[in-house]
């Protein structure tokens, strides 16, 4: 939001100018006369423009802007600034608990004396509704209009409560179920570029609740996912405390060859930051090859961006950022003071001029021409697999042992078989076979160029007589209906369909979790020989117990490469020596017989794809449909809560907060709930798949009367805390060290009884003893989820102790007011011999600092330091209030 008054020290620079006649002003950072400006890097230019928009002398203080101003110095010194970023974004899943805390936020402040108005969006906020939709029907013709119809059944009360929100909360655009991914809708209709807010130009910036926000980088945007809590905050008008990020510039040079796709890539590239290292500073892509990108290819890249671990993964705006706005039919007006916009503060780039180029951290580089096919699995996104070794590479997954690239198969159970009978014909499934062939994900579906590959692909696979066999579950759900549009007109969904690649829904649908149940006959295969079973998809994410719990191994792949691993049926496959079947003449047909080039798909985007399709979805966007449509919401700035929902239920985060601030709470003789290892993502923290028939989710969902088929996903409850709780560690992946075999169980210490993580919080909590975790590498990593952080709140934990944290599970932790504790000087519970039998006592002073060391006590006289992981002193002022949201309460009291 621009800045009210005339508090602003840097008025001086404000300018006026006229585009067609009207009249437009800004803050024009090129009259600063600082030769520092023009080194920074176009990233960082956009924060500099938000401080000095912003500049107060309160939130934001001129000596920020200096700070920012002097990023070439700064940028390794842990400097601590504001960021307000224009507006914020939330899809469903993270968008209900946000309209639950807003709604329990004004029930908390009329109970304290406030005004509940006042609790409203001040930063805007768009909401997508996208992930609520699930694969329960494919190939077939009716698989689109019957999901939906399920959606609806099921999520009913969740959308009656956000068409609540919609109205009484003001400043907040609600985009209704079936009209794409949040992350496409963004790229493609509510993208500003720059905003223009009552004649007042500024770049457009956001946050968004989940961590592929920076799929927008691609488009020029500077954004990142937060946690929901944090985005709370600063929809609340609060700014974003950051620290100053170190900037690595990387280079592109060269070109694509003809036979690799945008996601081959984005894969490549994913890897080799990651080996970089580059968790928590930004990215910023710049050199020629970079012009040889499209807006959707560049968005791939950018949309990966938390599979390399940076915070932004950006691309300056330049001319095929405006070519791509007029594509998806965005004003011409917008068009112009876009341009004229960012040229006049520098912020317009011509990749091609080395004399554009900014300082840098570091630099790294990659020549496009090297990129080759590859897929990245079987467990995490980037252990990238080139495709000529994919075979090679499985068979060695089998052999290793279990780990992130292990399966611990026996020699002798290798070459199980098991047979099944689908539709009356005989098939075997063994180890590899491909049971899940989804093309999905807003990380590709927004890509032309690779979703025609895959239809040109399928019309020659079907032309040259191949088929998938009916019992691999196919599926196609794209990120926005305009995807529909141009492969109708470009004749190949057809193709797409004979092969069993329907449309099933537009959402994230197989990307998230919501596979929905595979064919009972392989259900029961996979179980009876032990098989790691396949996914392919077109995703961003694989981690272990996402996509379907029996799929073992999933591969993350371009949409082409999909559509031919489901026509191979297995994952053992060598393209090159190996057939993908026979033609009806019964002579081999490989794939490198049918697989297009880039001319060749570029060729039919360039005459398909215009913006006439674009125009047409997005008009009708927030009309709604049939259904949204006939939804009645309830009245009221305050929610009537009811107390049978088992969707909507007001949380306990708010019940015992007074108006004073209380001193910390220190750690005493706390015992550990779980002890785990490396790379616990909040996927098995806070799983948003199906729930389990023996969880305490579902014991407590069966009380109310709900039937298994009722149950639903944790997802789509997640705006009921009592499930959640429940569900909170309940991955059937998770790896406790207190146990011989994963799942969601520890042991409870005191009594060694073995039982549901729930339930043994619930015990400590009745024995008035206070939990904590023992976490090893990266804890926290993988989708920004909100419920990661409440979920352990609600069940007592009261600190993390880990090696190292994800960014955005940590910012969440912080939010919450659960302490993230770090281990010091290499240490890790193995080097202290720490088995999580101990008692753990950490006091904390009333007067903590950002990142002090503090001192563990455990039970049998031992000790050791970590490090308190609140950066700045914003943070800890979250933490002394009980979390970020409390403290806004307060604020507003």
């Known amino acids: ?110 109970r304290l004396g406030g005004d509940p108005e006042k609790i409203n969006p001040i930063c805007p906020a768009d909401l997508v509704i996208d992930h609520s939709i699930q694969v329960d029907v494919s190939r077939s013709a009716d698989a689109l209009e019957q999901n939906q119809e399920l959606e609806f059944e099921r999520n009913k009360e969740r959308f009656v409560f956000l068409k609540w ?14 009209s794409g991914i949040v992350h496409q809708v963004n790229l493609e209709y509510l993208a500003r570029v720059v905003f223009n807010d009552g004649g007042l130009l500024y770049p457009d910036s956001l946050v968004g609740t989940d961590s592929h926000t920076t799929m927008i980088n691609g488009l020029g945007v500077v954004g990142w996912g937060v946690g929901g809590i944090e985005a709370e905050a600063v929809m609340l008008g609060q700014a974003i405390s950051m620290v100053l990020p170190e900037v690595v510039g990387y280079k592109l040079t060269g070109k694509v060859d003809q036979l690799v796709t945008s996601t081959d890539v984005v894969l490549t590239v994913t890897k080799h930051l990651r080996q970089i290292g580059v968790v928590g500073k930004f990215v910023e892509f710049f050199g020629p090859g970079v012009s040889q990108l499209s807006i959707a290819d560049r968005a791939t890249i950018s949309n990966m961006c938390p599979e390399y671990g940076a915070t932004v993964g950006f691309f300056p705006v330049d001319e095929k950022s405006l070519e791509y706005l007029r594509q998806t039919g965005r004003s011409e007006e917008r068009i112009k003071f876009v341009e004229k916009f960012l040229r006049e503060i520098r912020l317009f780039r011509n990749y091609n001029d080395p004399q554009e180029d900014p300082v840098f951290s570091q630099v790294v580089e990659l020549d496009l021409s090297t990129v080759t096919s ?18 090679v590479d499985f068979n060695t997954c089998l052999n290793n042992k279990i780990g992130f690239k292990g399966f611990a198969i026996p020699a002798d159970k290798q070459s199980t078989k098991v047979p099944i009978v689908f539709d009356n014909q005989e098939y075997v499934l063994s180890h590899g076979s491909v049971v899940i062939a989804a ?95 396949c996914g392919v998809l077109s995703g961003n994410r694989n981690f272990e117990g996402r996509i379907h719990p029996l799929t073992r191994a999933n591969y993350l792949a371009s949409p082409p490469l999909v559509i031919a691993y489901a026509l191979a049926g297995t994952v053992l496959i060598d393209f090159e020596k190996d057939p993908l079947g026979m033609n009806p003449e019964g002579k081999p047909v490989y794939l490198r017989d049918i697989w297009p080039t880039r001319e060749e798909i570029q060729a039919v985007e360039k005459e398909i794809v215009v913006p006439a399709m674009f125009t047409d979805v ?48 220190s750690i005493k003789d706390a015992h550990v709930l779980l002890n785990l290892g490396d790379s616990v993502t909040t996927d098995h923290i806070s799983p948003a798949g199906s729930i389990a028939r023996n969880s305490p989710a579902a014991r407590y969902l069966g009380n109310r009367g709900l039937t298994p088929r009722e149950f639903n996903s944790y997802g789509s409850r997640r705006g009921n805390d009592a499930v959640m709780s429940r569900g909170t560690f309940a991955n059937i992946r998770l790896v406790n060290k207190f146990l011989s075999k994963a799942g969601p169980r520890t042991r409870h210490i005191l009594s060694g009884d073995e039982m549901d993580i729930f339930d043994a919080a619930e015990r400590y909590q009745k024995e008035g003893r206070q939990v904590i975790i023992l976490a090893g590498k990266e804890y926290g990593s993988g989708s920004s989820r909100d419920w990661a952080a409440k979920g352990p709140w609600i069940l007592g934990i009261k600190a993390v102790i880990a090696e190292s944290y994800e960014r955005i599970h940590r910012s969440n932790l912080v939010g919450m007011g659960i302490i993230p504790f770090q281990y010091v000087g290499g240490q890790t519970a193995d080097s202290l011999g720490l088995t999580g039998t101990e008692t753990f006592s950490i006091d904390v002073p009333d007067d903590l600092k950002a990142g002090q060391e503090l001192q563990v006590k455990l039970s049998d006289g031992r000790t050791f330091q970590v490090k308190t992981r609140f950066d700045t002193e914003v943070e800890l002022t979250y933490f002394r209030h009980g979390g970020i949201l409390n403290y806004m309460i307060r604020r507003m009291l």
């Open 1 to 110: 939001m621009a800045t009210e008054g005339s508090s602003n020290p840097f008025e001086g620079i404000k300018k006026t100018t006229e585009i067609d006649g009207k009249t437009y002003s800004f803050f024009n950072l090129a009259e600063l006369k600082d030769a520092r400006y023009d080194k920074l890097p176009y990233s960082i230019r956009v924060v500099l423009e938000s401080a000095i928009r912003n500049c107060d002398e309160f939130q934001v203080q001129k000596k920020d802007v200096e700070n920012i101003l002097n990023w070439e110095k700064n940028q390794s010194q842990s400097v601590e600034i504001p960021f307000k970023p224009a507006r914020v974004i939330l899809q469903d899943f993270t968008g209900v608990p946000a309209v639950v805390d807003f709604a329990a936020m004004r029930d908390a402040v009329k």
């Open 165 to 178: 929100g919609a109205t009484a909360l003001k400043n907040m655009l609600i985009v209704p179920p079936g």
């Open 374 to 391: 590859c897929c990245s699995g079987p467990k995490r996104p980037h252990d990238k697999v080139p495709v000529s070794e994919m075979k």
């Open 439 to 533: 093309i999905t994900s807003c990380t590709n579906t927004s890509n032309p160029s690779v979703m025609l590959g895959a239809g040109v692909l399928a019309k020659k696979a079907v032309e040259a007589g191949l088929s998938v066999k009916p019992y691999i579950k196919t599926s196609l759900s794209p990120g926005s209906g305009v995807v529909t549009y141009y492969l109708r007109d470009s004749g190949v969904t057809p193709y797409l369909e004979k092969l069993g690649f329907d449309i099933v829904g537009y959402g994230c649908m197989t990307c998230i979790g919501n596979s929905g149940p595979l064919p009972e006959p392989v259900s029961e295969a996979i179980e009876k020989g032990d098989l790691v079973a």
């Open 618 to 665: 997005y008009s009708r966007i927030q009309q709604g449909n049939k259904r949204w449509n006939s939804l009645v919401a309830p009245e009221g700035q305050l929610y009537p809560w009811d107390d049978k929902s088992t969707y909507i239920k007001s949380p306990p985060f708010f019940e015992k907060m007074g108006k004073d601030v209380s001193k910390p709470e």
